[in-house]
């Protein structure tokens, strides 16, 4: 079993639609949860950082937290067709200096 | 700048060749990451530099040769690689150890293996 489950997708939504993903991880050691954006023959762009259980709301973007169970999403309200892309869940311990990443969900968004 | 800057973007190299890629940050970051991707797999961790000394080789092969002149600057140095070891090549930084604020990845350098 995966530290760290994400959906491969790919997840298909109409523009302008919630886009909604998540992940589930099983080391209760993981304290900092990110997720990130990566365009085709890109590097991963960082979009979201927390180290909370809750909610945290940038922009379109919210990411929610549930220690408790696991758990982590993320939403993409109005979603554009330029936000089609793979997006990936990270998450580190306190010890730091080593992400352990999700497989990606390809996500895409239809005019 | 808030930044990470690799170079060269593409590189096609044979088996017997030396290459080096280059990684370049002015954020102030003191922790700095080599990442490698293969197509449609998440970012796997080779290496991490923090205050400029080498803390973590996650069990690469000795082919790949880090080097970290200055907490600017993050080297890859490539020789006698095989075809396999084509793929993205992802530069990191952060703050620090415990990448506060999370990380910052450059665009990456693709790399075929011939």
């Known amino acids: 079993q995966k530290e760290v489950e994400q959906d491969p997708g790919p997840l298909s939504v109409p523009e302008g639609a919630i886009v909604s993903l998540n992940c589930t991880y099983s080391?209760?050691?993981?304290?900092?949860f990110m997720w990130y954006r990566q365009y085709s023959r890109k590097g991963p762009e960082l979009l979201m950082y927390?180290?909370?259980?809750g909610n945290k709301e940038d922009g379109r973007f919210t990411a929610q937290v549930d220690k408790s169970s696991k758990y982590i999403s993320l939403f993409i309200r109005d979603s554009q067709p330029s936000d089609s892309a793979t997006y990936l869940c990270?998450?580190?311990?306190?010890?730091?200096?080593?992400?352990?990443f999700g497989g990606g969900t390809r996500v895409l968004v239809k005019p | 700048d808030t930044e990470v800057t690799q170079t060269p973007k593409h590189l096609v190299m044979g088996m017997t060749n030396k290459k080096s890629l280059k990684c370049e940050q002015h954020?102030?970051?003191?922790?700095m990451y080599w990442y490698k991707q293969k197509a449609k797999k998440p970012p796997e961790l080779m290496f991490v530099?923090?205050?400029?000394?080498?803390?973590i080789n996650e069990s690469v092969p000795s082919r790949f040769s880090p080097e970290c002149p200055n907490s600017s600057l993050l080297n890859l140095h490539l020789h006698a690689l095989q075809p396999e070891d084509s793929a993205l090549y992802l530069c990191?930084?952060?703050?620090?150890?415990?990448?506060?604020?999370?990380?910052?990845f450059g665009s990456g350098t693709r790399l075929t293996v011939v």
């Open positions: 990191a930084s952060s703050w620090d150890r415990r990448g506060d604020y999370g990380y910052t």
């Open positions: 080391n209760s050691a993981f304290q900092y």
């Open positions: 927390t180290y909370s259980s």
């Open positions: 990270a998450m580190e311990r306190a010890a730091g200096n080593k992400l352990t």
């Open positions: 954020m102030g970051h003191r922790a």
């Open positions: 530099y923090s205050y400029e000394k080498l803390s």
